[in-house]
C-alpha cells in the first residue's frame, strides 16, 4: 500500500495523523516512500505507480478512481498558491493552481508551496494570492487538492473521516523541524494552517463544481 506524499507544510496535520494511527512500520514508511511535488504525484497517481494520494483538483475528475470528502481547502486565503503579476509563466509542480489563475483571467508567475508561503512572508505586496481571488469573486473556499484513492478505499474513507473530527497536535520537535527546513518560522506556520481547512463540505463542494465546470 504505496501513499504518496506531497510533502507541503499544508498538509502536515494528515501526515502526523496518519502515521499516529498506522499500525505497522511498514505502513509508516509506505506514505514517505512515494514522495514529489503536486504533478509528479498526479502522473504517478494516474499510472497506478501509487494506491492513493492528494492529487489536483483539476485532475480529479479524469479518471476510473475514488475521490473521499478530504482535500486542501483554503477558507478565505491561503498564502502559498500566488501570482506574481507579469507574464504568465506557470508553476511546473502544480496543476490547479495554474488552471485557476487562467480561469480568473491572471497573468504573472505562478508560485507554489512552502517556496510560495516564504516569499509572501517577506512581502506580501508583490503578490495575489489565487485563493483569496477566488473568494472575493465568488465568496466560497477553494479546494487546491482532494484525497484519491485506487485500492483500500474503505480503510482510506475511514481513515480520513477519523482525521476530519480530530484536532490534529503536531508535536514540537516536528514543526522545528520543517521551521529550520523551509525557513519558516513555528509561528508562521501554525498562523498559516489556521487558513486550512481538510474537510470537502457542502460549500467547498459547490466551489469545486464551479470550478471544474
Known sequence: MLFGKIDYINLLPFYTFAKQKMKSS?????????KDFPSAINAKFKRRKIDAAFISSVESKRGNFHCLDVGIVAKR???????????FTPD?????????????????EVIIGDKALRAYLKDPSLYLDLAKVWYEKH???????R??????????????KNFIKTRVKIPQ?????????????????????????????????RSLKKFLR
Open 173 to 205: 520537535y516536528i514543526l522545528k523541524k520543517y521551521a529550520l527546513s523551509r525557513a519558516i518560522s513555528v509561528a508562521d506556520i501554525n498562523d498559516y494552517l489556521e487558513l486550512v481547512s481538510y474537510e470537502i463540505d457542502t460549500k467547498a463542494k
Open 26 to 34: 511498514q505502513l509508516k514508511q509506505s506514505i514517505a516512500y512515494k
Open 92 to 108: 511546473s509542480h502544480s496543476a490547479t493552481s495554474n488552471a485557476l489563475a487562467k480561469l480568473l483571467g491572471l497573468e504573472g
Open 77 to 87: 486565503e491561503i498564502k502559498s498558491v500566488l501570482l506574481r503579476v507579469g507574464e
Open 139 to 145: 465568496h466560497l473556499p477553494f479546494v487546491f487538492a
Open 147 to 160: 484525497l484519491c484513492v485506487h485500492e483500500n478505499h474503505r480503510y482510506y474513507k475511514k481513515l480520513s
